[in-house]
């Protein structure tokens, strides 16, 4: 076909009112005018069918929503409903406001390779043929040249479809960087806290259902605003409060959930470990401690001896046995051991009646200590005096909590992900998990942590991405998998640990790496030295801006496909095609099997996407329960509860020993990137350190006095909704939230544009004064694109580097001064 030159071009400054700017004109390349597919009709108003449809962005509440349809067109979503309950009917308004997206002005119509600087977003118009052509000729010249492992793919989680989605592991994407062999480059989002939940209960679902929320006496959430950000599990507390359960906000600023609190209790940006040791001070000193549960349910008793190891029967002369595990390997055995107070000996922990948690003698020659003993010590410096200072949190206030932990019946956390976007995330985590089990508050109805609904997870993945090929062949498996710092190191240096290791070719899709990726100008960095770069997306984004070659991908509602994961709601959603794909933007995952077929990997995909989903779909569960996509779609859904409304029933936890633990012996750190490692600070769970810029005393807070939190919008989902120009009337631009206090010492009233500032980068946008901000801490939506700021962005501003155990990106942990402009 003949080739369509068409171009855009715009700066950060021209580019903020969006697409009613663009008008009919349709000013990007590739994008449609909003409106042009909504022509006005005479005569009878048509029919309207309602198909079944899931939001699918990552936002952890995964609503299933009724899609309206008349003459072939989107025209309204509302709450779909469940036929078991109300309790998940829920729509939000990006739900509501999901046509607009369907019907978008910066909608990709058809492939593009680029034309000028990249990044600059002057593309042309080219063929599906010649795209997928180039893209993999290109990719069998670096394969041949390099290796596999030369081409990258990038994971996001913009789709939580299970066929077209990269973030299910058991994505037809998953299968395709499986069969080639390539990189995979993982987004390193969210670690923290959920590795916390894994070092100390070992891995699975560690949070109580919704069901339990009736169990409650009160509710703490730590370190969010539920309201704002998971609105599918708000309602559960404020019926909870209602009854007359109390519902306690621990936040860095007042904000809306506070707002509907019974109790605020405000902390230092970064602190909150600090505030649980000052907490477990308090109980012990008080001698609250949950005695018989640490007993029985978790490590407390286990003996450490001086040289960092457990105490096991083979010190003690008792050889070791073997067994085989559940996966048919062979394992060792040699048990740990405790000192029983009724016998006054050594014994294995599985045999004691009364295991001692303190003033334990030597044994056998050996000096040992318990866990326990470990706990009282590193929570001994943090009286309520030093926990107060550090915190910022009153005296009264750690002392109420101590008190109703212990004193005050049935107590459900909602740790929040608040908590995880610091550099010291993974330790202030550990340090909450430990209050919840010095003081009992788990394994039982009321008592525990409410992280949403325990479902089917991901699948069976595995079978998946590994099923052989129509002729028996077995997929080679990924090549390389590469955090995203080690990545971007790897780009500019052609490195890995010393070793060669270039990287040509970067493929990304359902993701918009240039906004949502910490230091932002070490992302460009990253992309600019990257000699080939394939961006799969719906929308002209600010990554999209970096393709060499663009593919548009198009609607969730104009596709089929399983939402499976999901913590807001217990059930498989299926998504009905309701409406043609626009343009010429095709499924995900179709445009996956156009690339496999082209690099001649067509017959690992020889499959129908029912014969390929009900492979994911055979869980043990799965199995015992006869899930299959015909059974999901008989209602379009399938509420599938795999676990019990209470997390770890009876004390049991998915650690070797059943027990949670508090102390490993030997830590791994999450990632190798060469980094120094102080592994003192892996082994106990106490450990707490001050982040690393969002600590008030960090001496760099001299020179950039204020922590930023890039906070979660309620009109967004990190940057997608970014092209609705109705719900910019409730969040119009970026902005920057100071306390009245602060912004009066620099002379910054409401509306005046000041611009945030650090050695990494800037971004200018317009001050509002809020009152429940603390001072030298402001909050800043994070979810606008680069071109909807005034100047710069607010993710230049962050760091890219990781704690040196946990590969975890940290938000939150930035620095900056101000300037009034």
Not at 378 to 386: Q, V
Not at 413 to 440: A, F, P, R, V
Request: a negative charge.
């Amino acid at each position: 076909m003949e080739k369509q030159e068409s171009m855009h071009s715009f700066s950060r400054r021209s580019f903020i009112k969006g697409a009613a700017a663009l008008g009919a004109a349709g000013a990007l390349a590739g994008c449609s005018a909003q409106g042009s597919n909504l022509a006005e009709t005479g005569g009878p108003v048509p029919e309207t069918k309602i198909f079944a449809g899931a939001c699918r962005s990552q936002c952890a509440n995964g609503c299933y929503v009724n899609v309206h349809v008349r003459d072939g067109q989107v025209v309204r979503t509302t709450a779909g409903k469940f036929d078991d309950g109300p309790e998940f009917n829920r729509i939000c308004p990006k739900g509501l406001s999901l046509p607009a997206r369907v019907y978008s002005s910066e909608r990709l119509q058809y492939p593009m390779r680029r034309i000028g600087e990249r990044g600059e977003g002057k593309f042309e118009r080219i063929s599906w043929d010649e795209a997928i052509k180039e893209i993999t000729d290109k990719w069998k010249g670096y394969i041949e040249e390099y290796g596999p492992t030369s081409i990258a793919f990038f994971l996001g989680s913009g789709n939580t479809g299970t066929l077209g989605g990269p973030a299910p592991e058991g994505s037809i994407m998953a299968r395709l960087l499986n069969v080639m062999g390539t990189s995979r480059v993982l987004p390193d989002r969210d670690i923290a806290t959920p590795m916390s939940h894994t070092y100390m209960f070992g891995p699975g679902a560690h949070g109580h259902r919704a069901a339990d929320t009736v169990n409650g006496d009160h509710f703490i959430i730590w370190a969010g605003d539920t309201a704002v950000s998971e609105k599918q599990r708000t309602h559960f507390f404020l019926e909870a409060r209602d009854r007359g359960a109390d519902l306690i906000v621990i936040d860095i600023a007042y904000r809306t959930m506070a707002g509907k609190a019974d109790k605020f209790i405000p902390v230092h940006p970064a602190t909150d470990g600090a505030l649980a040791l000052g907490i477990i001070h308090e109980v012990l000193e008080q001698g609250w401690e949950a005695t018989e549960f640490l007993r029985e349910f978790t490590e407390a008793p286990f003996l450490i001896k001086d040289d960092g190891k457990f105490l096991r029967m083979s010190d003690l002369g008792v050889a070791p046995t073997t067994t085989t595990d559940a996966q048919g390997k062979e394992t060792t055995v040699d048990p740990w051991v405790v000192w029983d107070e009724d016998t006054q000996t050594a014994m294995p922990y599985t045999e004691a009646t009364k295991p001692a948690l303190g003033d334990v003698p030597d044994i056998n020659g050996f000096h040992v200590r318990t866990e326990m003993d470990m706990i009282r010590e590193a929570a001994e410096p943090w009286t309520l005096e030093r926990a107060s200072e550090v915190t910022g949190t009153s005296i009264e206030d750690i002392k109420y909590l101590a008190h109703l932990y212990t004193q005050e019946g049935n107590v459900m956390t909602d740790m929040k992900y608040g908590l995880n976007h610091y550099n010291n995330g993974m330790y202030t985590s550990k340090c909450i998990n430990s209050l919840l089990l010095i003081t009992g508050q788990m394994c039982f109805p009321g008592r525990g942590m409410y992280t949403g609904e325990g479902n089917f997870g991901e699948g069976n993945t595995q079978a998946t991405i590994s099923m052989p090929s129509a002729s028996g062949e077995k997929p080679r498996g990924v090549g390389a998998t590469l955090n995203w710092t080690d990545f971007c190191n790897i780009v500019q240096t052609g490195k890995k640990m010393g070793k060669d290791f270039p990287i040509k070719s970067f493929y990304a899709v359902c993701t918009n790496i240039v906004s949502n990726q910490t230091e932002q100008n070490e992302t460009i960095k990253a992309l600019k030295a990257i000699e080939f770069i394939v961006i799969q997306e719906m929308t002209m984004n600010d990554t999209s801006l970096y393709a060499d070659i663009l593919l548009p991908a198009c609607h969730w509602f104009e596709t089929s496909d399983l939402r499976v994961r999901y913590y807001g709601n217990p059930y498989l959603l299926w998504n009905e095609k309701a409406v043609e794909p626009l343009y010429e933007s095709k499924p995900d995952a179709d445009i996956y099997r156009l690339i496999a077929d082209a690099m001649g990997y067509g017959d690992f995909f020889q499959f129908t996407d029912d014969e390929y989903l009900n492979v994911l779909l055979s869980t043990p569960w799965g199995k015992a329960h006869g899930v299959t996509i015909d059974k999901i779609r008989e209602k379009n859904y399938l509420r599938c509860e795999v676990s019990g409304p209470v997390a770890h029933p009876n004390g049991e936890f998915y650690t070797p020993s059943k027990r949670a633990s508090f102390y490993r012996e030997d830590p791994k750190p999450d990632y190798m990137m060469g980094q120094e490692l102080d592994i003192e600070k892996e082994k106990f769970t106490l450990f707490w350190e001050p982040a690393r810029e969002a600590d008030l005393d960090n001496p760099i807070r001299e020179k950039y006095p204020f922590s930023v939190c890039c906070e979660h919008m309620r009109t967004r989902t990190h940057t997608q909704w970014y092209d609705v120009d109705y719900m910019k009337e409730f969040e119009k631009q970026p902005v920057c939230r100071i306390n009245p206090e602060d912004a009066a010492e620099l002379g910054i009233k409401e509306g005046d544009t000041i611009r945030l500032y650090n050695d990494r980068g800037s971004v200018t946008l317009l001050a509002t004064i809020n009152p429940g901000e603390q001072r030298k801490a402001l909050h800043c939506p994070r979810s606008f694109l680069t071109r909807e700021h005034i100047d710069g962005d607010l993710a230049t501003t962050t760091f890219n580097d990781y704690n040196q155990a946990c590969r975890n990106q940290s938000y939150f942990d930035c620095a900056v001064a101000i300037e009034k402009l």
